[in-house]
């Protein structure tokens, strides 16, 4: 038997809420997941994913500033029953992408939709190829509007502009998300590494007008070292 075909060890109660997150956010750091999960410290969080790597359920990627990330591996997707998709190697950008949603998340205490409930709340969106995992619900407003996360991997301010108006004619595209769109229950959050990329994304959104759909910049400092590596 292949180490593949062997089974996994059974999550612990104090693991399993880390496997969950891993399916949920798909890169996990110990500092942000500490937050989520509103454990005792960081440390703690570190030495139970690394329990969980050494257990085969989650692969460890080294980041800059001798920093390190997890994600779930071959073994714990396949044992998971995801898509092909989560089984292939995940990118530097998609890396980035994936922490900076995290460390957003964690920041400010929202929970980043999986693509099944995306699909489970707007059916119409579940078609072939189709990216849906970027959302989260933004409760803070009433009714909550259903948020877009953007996130800077050293694009262009005005190229960040036009990805965010992309993304709103994508939406009129779909007759649910055109109905949140008229009702200002779609927005969009882009996410950018540092004040003065926020002061700049902002000063063109100003100038851009977008009908129905609030769209906000927010610092995540934490990817700024991974975008300069």
Same mark, same amino acid.
């Given at each position: ?10 999550? #612990?109660?104090?693991?399993? %809420? ?23 410290? $960081? ?27 997890? #994600? ?5 997707? &396949?044992? &998971? ?32 939709? #999986? %693509?099944?409930?995306?699909? $489970? ?21 009433? %009714? ?22 992309? /993304? ?19 927005? /969009? ?35 700024? %070292? &991974?975008?300069?590596?």
């Amino acid at each position: 038997m292949d180490a593949e075909q062997r089974l996994l060890p059974t999550p #612990t109660p104090t693991q399993t %809420p880390l496997v969950a997150a891993a399916i949920r956010y798909r890169v996990l750091e110990a500092p942000p997941l500490s937050a989520i999960l509103e454990a005792t410290s $960081d440390d703690a969080v570190e030495k139970s994913l690394k329990r969980l790597q050494h257990g085969g359920w989650l692969h460890q990627i080294q980041l800059a500033g001798r920093r390190a990330c997890y #994600t779930l591996s071959r073994r714990g997707v &396949l044992a &998971l029953g995801l898509s092909k998709k989560a089984q292939k190697h995940m990118g530097q950008a998609a890396v980035i992408t994936n922490l900076a949603m995290l460390c957003f998340c964690a920041r400010k205490k929202v929970e980043r939709l #999986t %693509p099944d409930e995306v699909r $489970d709340a707007y059916p119409e969106l579940d078609r072939p190829g189709l990216q849906v995992g970027n959302y989260f619900s933004d409760t803070s407003v009433n %009714p909550p509007r259903l948020t877009w996360i953007l996130v800077d991997r050293g694009s262009s301010p005005p190229v960040l502009v036009r990805k965010a108006g992309n /993304i709103v004619k994508k939406a009129y595209k779909f007759s649910s998300l055109m109905q949140l769109v008229q009702g200002n229950q779609f927005a /969009i959050v882009i996410l950018v590494p540092n004040e003065r990329k926020k002061w700049l994304v902002e000063r063109i959104l100003v100038k851009r007008f977008f009908a129905q759909v609030n769209v906000t910049v927010d610092v995540v400092s934490d990817i700024e %070292p &991974l975008l300069l590596a």
